[in-house]
């Protein structure tokens, strides 16, 4: 179950449920990866990439098209394509972009939006 900020900001999912407590792995936890959604202004069609968690409250894009005009400051919120997250939970915005010559897709650092050192309240998503 999706674990989320009062602001819908993405903490993570539901990964374990014991007597007195859920353990939740977080959006940032190195293999945890979910389908995202770009937004882009003016009602282009959607640009979809996966948001891989790179430990160390770290995130980043990457599975983007190369034909794909993504830009620093697009914001990612949750696509529901897998099936994992309900579509648009906030995640991030993109913070610097890197294209290869070599990968047939883009990839990005991303600013995310949870900040853990801010958390008070939290939400489980349980039917969507």
Known sequence: MPVVTPEMVLVGRVEETLDRFSRVQL????????????????????????????GGFKIFLDN????????????LTTAALGG????????????KVSESNVQPFQAAEVSPFLDVNDLKELFIITKW
């Not at 945890?32 to 968690?53: M, N, T």
């Not at 190369?66 to 830009?71: D, G, H, Q, S, V």
């Not at 579509?87 to 991030?92: A, E, F, I, W």
């Open 27 to 54: 959006v940032f936890s190195k293999g945890f990866s979910f389908d995202v959604e770009i937004w882009k202004e003016g009602g282009q069609d959607p640009i979809y990439g996966l948001i891989k968690g790179g």
């Open 84 to 95: 994992i997250f309900p579509k648009g939970l906030l995640v991030g915005e993109v913070k």
């Open 64 to 75: 983007v098209p190369l034909k794909a005009k993504i830009k620093e400051k697009d914001v």
